[in-house]
């Protein structure tokens, strides 16, 4: 199981000094590479008692295992994954916000924010993300879009154009509070975020442990809801989420030997079993799988076509990668091309 992940931003940028001269006459070149891995771990595949759930490579999209993972589920304050990376994505962190009385008549988890209070999106953020406040959420929304209607819509043309989901998922409010409508599957819960942790703010903000908290109606030090974050090494984020209607919600990515993977678990019937799940999904995926990223530095040099700079490949534990370069295309065991960036000189 091979799968190669090419995007623009990994194109090497052609400039002085940096420009590889072509002195072939055919773009008919192939290279063809074997590599093995070392890692000869195993685990059983998991038994899992959520009802769906996936895991991923996060630097390949690559699905590992999955248990309905094209289900539509209820995502409960998962949901503030996708509201973080927009707002990220989309605003200045130092930008003030006005928080409304809809944003203080939230219920559920709350960082207690009051009415006109001034706050800063980046500790709006922290309290979204860390605390899970669903005040912190609205205040956002409206913030960004003038209501929470609006910010929805933004969602959905957001996690469908930009990240690539698929059109089971849909948003209707920026944190998860049950609604009807509110609807995702384990598999575009993962690609949201995995797209989410490849920003460096994001990756900070859902890795924080704890938070002292000084707002206008409430000082303490918040703690981040995520179950596995303070108790295992390996793990690095992201969000967890309950609501009954959702059973027990949680997306976690964990790294490690530069291998980073997702992990998301559904419809738990209870915290410590969503934990377990997590923890087994990981395990398979750790013992089972490993990130290699291919290089061409050092390859011959393509007629009219550019290296990618590398590539992020996921290998199963003692499997042969064969691989070539032919007539501008990365092909991978003979299958599955992957077109190079032609030169624009």
Do not use: C
């Amino acid at each position: 199981m091979v799968v190669l992940k090419y995007t623009n931003e990994m194109v090497k940028v052609i400039s002085m000094g940096k420009i590889k001269q072509f002195k072939l006459t055919s773009a008919l070149i192939i290279l063809t590479l074997v590599l093995s891995t070392t890692n000869t771990g195993s685990a059983s595949t998991p038994n899992l008692h959520s009802e769906a759930a996936v895991l991923i490579d996060s630097n390949t999209g690559e699905i590992l295992f999955d248990k309905q993972a094209n289900q539509e589920m209820y995502p409960a304050s998962i949901t503030k994954i996708l509201t973080a990376i927009i707002t990220i994505e989309t605003r200045d962190l130092d930008e003030v916000v006005t928080v409304s009385n809809n944003a203080v008549r939230a219920i559920g988890t709350r960082v207690y924010l009051l009415e006109n209070e001034q706050i800063t999106i980046g500790q709006l953020l922290q309290g979204l993300m860390v605390s899970s406040g669903n005040d912190a959420a609205i205040a956002l929304a409206e913030h960004i879009d003038g209501s929470v209607e609006a910010f929805a819509e933004r969602m959905n043309r957001y996690a469908r154009y930009r990240i690539g989901v698929s059109d089971k998922t849909n948003f209707s409010n920026p944190h998860g509070l049950f609604e009807n409508d509110l609807i995702v599957t384990a598999a575009d819960m993962a690609k949201i975020s995995a797209y989410a942790m490849k920003n460096e703010t994001f990756r900070n903000l859902v890795g924080t442990h704890f938070v002292d908290w000084v707002g206008e109606g409430w000082e303490t030090r918040i703690f981040n809801h995520h179950p596995l974050l303070r108790s295992n090494e390996k793990v690095i984020g992201i969000k967890n989420g309950f609501v009954r209607m959702s059973g027990f919600t949680l997306v976690t990515a964990a790294e490690m030997n530069g291998t980073e993977l997702i992990a998301v678990t559904l419809k738990s019937p209870s915290r410590n079993e969503a934990q377990r799940d997590t923890l087994a999904l990981l395990d398979y995926g750790f013992s089972n799988y490993s990130t290699q990223w291919l290089s061409f530095d050092q390859e011959p040099l393509l007629l009219d076509y550019i290296y990618p700079e590398e590539f992020a490949v996921t290998v199963r534990s003692g499997e042969k990668l064969n691989y070539s370069i032919k007539n501008g295309y990365i092909v991978v065991n003979g299958e599955g091309q992957r077109e190079i960036k032609k030169s624009s000189t």
